[in-house]
């Protein structure tokens, strides 16, 4: 049969397309005493995985806060001289991937706000879904703000500017439990003034935040490893719906939702593909969970293999898995390139198979005359994936078997992961048989959601599953765009993604839903 392709049109091949795009990642410390902007330095290095396009730091001595921030990797922003210059007793700093307002110098984080009565920073992970209507609520001129993390600094500010007769630690805490109840999405914030430093996790709790204790001090960060590689202990994760403040008194808590809207939703995806391996998400380890799927995957769907590999380095876990209670033999076929630039897109049909090559590279020792089964844990576009099985035939493949540790990944997300469009999303308009000749392979098994979430341990505990699903925990606005705030034409501003809220596709008649899904 001819597969009619209506398969992703792309202008060129990104290595990583074919996996969901990192949301970012926050850290935050106090410990008067130590060298915070190293300590924040070595944390954001841990959550390098989370948001490679900005980095930045906020530090407070005390009495002012100092903020440095620059496009590119945590290691291209900071060298030792700038480390050294930033002296004091808190910092918070964030690793950005961006999601609304394009990826530009002024959009990098944290975001800094300073009058005479107040000056706070702010770094954020996630995506909020009502950034329209919050500026119009709020009067702002168009351009007054540039990303939703600027919205909410400016918010704020504008409660702060109000209180300026009290004292600040009293108008802090004010502050945010009037703007916070007013968001809606995906927000994970670290914030710091000059005394001390505040985390917030959405009552959804779409993504991660950890409370971890040094000694003579508190960290927050995104993922549990960044407390380890600063020698911190990780004390519990915040909870949904939680603000933990940290100052020279301790570490208390607030509880600014109203209870009907906390309900952990727990992107599932953290666990899938963003964490790091070595992290811990409700209770359970992240690496652990991940060669579950594996396994559980290989019960699903058995085959006659000589050889399980995985995509690297994602789908290695949950091929370590499928191998384990398979009994077929675990190997690695495809070398990957650690240095490719996330950014790299080939212009040409003919550059395109380097561009994977120069990603991927086939092992023909482990390859030639065998039967593969290739793990990966999601496809997102497919171009990649198709890349991949032709140079896996070419080095000798016989047989390619593709199995896939979650769900089709069939509706984009709105909630801090960049998958573009729909309509680029190679399940959201084929069978898993057409998705099969698509990447021409063998076979093809997605592994069932039921089977994923069991595979985490944390059954009951609250995932959100909308890219799998179509059912979105927050009701989407239709025509959210990544560029909402920005004024003019830019790429930011076509990257127009458009849902209607909660109505599954069938639910809407055909015109609307070629329209809203960017089909016809
Ligand atoms: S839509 Fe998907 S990627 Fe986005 S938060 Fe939900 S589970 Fe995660």
Known sequence: MTVPVTAPDVTGV?????????????????????????????????????GQESAGMAVSDGEALTVVKDMGLVSNVFDERTLVALTGDLAIGQTRYSTTGSSTWRNAQPVYRGAEHFEFALGH??????????????????????????????????????????????????????VLPRLRGAFTLVLADTERIVGV??????RPLCLGRLDGGWVLASES???????????????????????????????????DV?????????????????????????????????????AQAPVEADLVMGVPESGMPAAEGYARASGIPYGQGLV?????????????????????????????????????????????????????????RAAGATEVHMRVSSPPYRWPCFYGMDTGVRSELLAANLTVDEIREYLEVDSLTYLTLDRLVEATGAVGAGFCDACLTGTYPIDIPVNLSKGVLEVGDGPAAERTVAVGGNAPEAELPTDAANRLFGRG
């Open 201 to 206: 996790r959405d009552p959804n709790g779409f």
């Open 125 to 178: 992970n996630g995506n909020l879904v009502n950034t329209e209507q919050l500026a119009a609520d709020a009067g702002m001129l168009p351009g007054t703000v540039t990303s939703d993390s600027d919205l909410v600094a400016e918010l704020l500010a504008l409660e702060l500017a109000s209180r300026s007769d009290m004292d600040p630690g009293e108008a802090f805490d004010e502050a945010l439990a009037e």
């Open 336 to 392: 990957k390139n650690r240095y490719i630039g996330r950014t790299f897109i080939a212009p040409t049909q003919a550059m395109r198979a380097a561009a994977v090559r120069m990603k991927l590279n086939p092992l023909r020792d482990s390859t030639e005359g065998q039967r593969l089964v290739v793990v990966d844990d999601s496809i997102v576009r497919g171009t990649t994936t198709r890349a991949m099985v032709r140079m896996l």
């Open 225 to 259: 490893p960044a407390l380890d590689v600063i020698g911190a202990h990780m004390v519990r994760e915040v909870d949904p719906g939680e603000v933990v403040v940290i100052d020279q008194t301790g570490c208390r808590s607030m509880r600014p939702f109203s209870d």
């Open 14 to 50: 990104d290595p990583d397309d074919d996996t969901p795009k990192e949301a970012c990642g926050v850290f935050g410390i106090f410990a008067p005493g130590m060298p915070v902007a190293h300590l924040t330095y070595l944390g954001l290095y841990a959550l390098q995985h989370r």
């Open 262 to 298: 906390v309900d952990p939703k727990l992107c599932l995806f953290e666990f899938v593909y963003f964490a790091r391996p070595d992290a811990v998400l409700y209770g359970k380890s992240v690496h652990h969970a991940r060669v579950r799927m594996g396994e559980m995957l290989a």
